[in-house]
């Protein structure tokens, strides 16, 4: 019994550590303006040195939750709890909290260094103390002899790294971005991402970061938080959220995905054997399903090929050529299915009209 009395001990201990971790914590938040109330009984924790996006489509509460985070409004109901005490009166100016804008907010009439400096100055910092640290930080940043310019005769990738300057030389706690490069065109705002992932990791700093962009919080994030309509659909990390979604919302909101009607004809544990179109098939059962229920197979597009043989016939509705992949619309029964057919060199190209067979693994895919 002392055996088993000794592990009870470190399982208590382990939990009692992994509680700890959390540095930040919503606790049944409800939030709004007026009697319009944007957020609802929400709750999530973020872990100190994690990068966590709040991913949704406008509208979904993402950008209210940071304002609270940040201190620029309080819950009408509801804790928020950061580092172990209750943050949710203390006021903006006491929060040691950086902030990077979609609209960098830099001073116009300021130079680069006296942007950067502007958090150290407010802090009465010794001049060459904050002359040291500002130009360690451009550095860091990539904009060594920038330090005269102004905001003007930069590029916007430029000044967003003057922003991300700014909110990290004073040592904030939390880094709050709100969506800081949807103003960046395509290929700078995938520079730029990488360049904050850089950056976070080199210095293992909290960061929240607001987005609509599905494929920036999958290539930045240790955590993904999905919203919508003010609550929280489901949270984890992007392979979590992609592979194993808990809902048809998420699953359709994070890349894209093809749901097949079918029908659930036996369960065994965690799989299901469910009939498409006269086909049955196993596969992994997310959603929980009984027997006899209606279900939807996903299936998502670069989960499929075309093939000879197969799992599913169908007819081939459109076949275009889209550089790295073989991009194809195919009608299984009444059920329009997107395939994009990575690395097609070498590779037989169905033509509209031909009859081809979706092939995938079955224990690869889902039903919810």
């Known amino acids: 019994s002392r055996g088993l009395g000794d592990v009870y001990k470190r399982q208590v201990v382990e939990r009692i550590k992994e509680k700890s971790m959390a540095l930040l914590e919503l606790q049944n938040i409800t939030a709004g303006y007026d009697k319009n109330v944007i957020l609802k009984d929400l709750n999530f924790q973020v872990e100190k040195g994690e990068l966590v996006s709040l991913l949704g489509s406008s509208g979904c509460g993402k950008t209210t939750t940071l304002r609270l985070i940040a201190g620029f409004s309080t819950p009408m109901e509801g804790k928020f709890i950061f580092d172990d005490k209750d943050y949710t009166q203390v006021p903006l100016n006491k929060r040691n909290f950086g902030f990077v804008f979609q609209s960098y907010a830099l001073f116009p009439h300021m130079t680069v260094f006296d942007n950067v400096a502007f958090g150290l100055k407010m802090r009465n910092l010794p001049q060459e103390q904050i002359r040291k640290e500002v130009l360690e930080m451009l550095e860091t940043v990539d904009l060594k002899g920038f330090e005269n310019r102004f905001p003007k005769e930069m590029s916007g990738g430029q000044r967003q790294r003057v922003a991300l300057a700014r909110a990290l030389v004073i040592k904030p706690d ?5 969506e800081p490069l949807s ?13 904050i992932r850089r950056l976070q990791q080199k210095f293992g700093f909290t960061a929240i970061y607001v987005t609509h962009d599905q494929s920036e919080a999958m290539s930045i994030s240790d955590k993904i938080i999905i919203m919508s ?11 979590e959220i992609y592979y194993h979604p808990k809902s048809r919302f998420v699953a359709d909101f994070i890349g894209e995905a093809n749901f097949l ?3 659930v004809k036996s369960v065994n544990g965690e799989k299901a054997v469910i009939d498409v179109i006269g086909e049955e098939i196993e596969v992994n059962n997310y959603g929980e399903k009984v027997a006899g229920e ?3 197979l996903v299936l998502r597009p670069e989960a499929v090929v075309l093939s000879e043989k197969g799992l599913l016939e169908g007819t081939v509705t459109l076949s275009t050529f889209m550089g790295s992949y073989q991009y194809y619309q195919v009608m299984v029964g009444d059920m329009e299915i997107q395939i994009t057919d990575y690395n097609p060199v070498n590779r037989r190209i169905y033509e509209v009209g031909e009859k081809a067979y979706l092939d995938f693994d079955p224990h690869g895919v889902y039903i919810l």
């Open 174 to 178: 939390l880094l709050l971005l709100d």
């Open 229 to 239: 309509k003010g609550k929280v659909e489901q949270i984890g990390t992007p392979r």
């Open 294 to 296: 209606e279900a939807s």
């Open 183 to 195: 103003n960046l065109d395509a290929k700078l705002r995938v520079k730029m991402r990488v360049e």
């Open 261 to 263: 009607k079918a029908k």
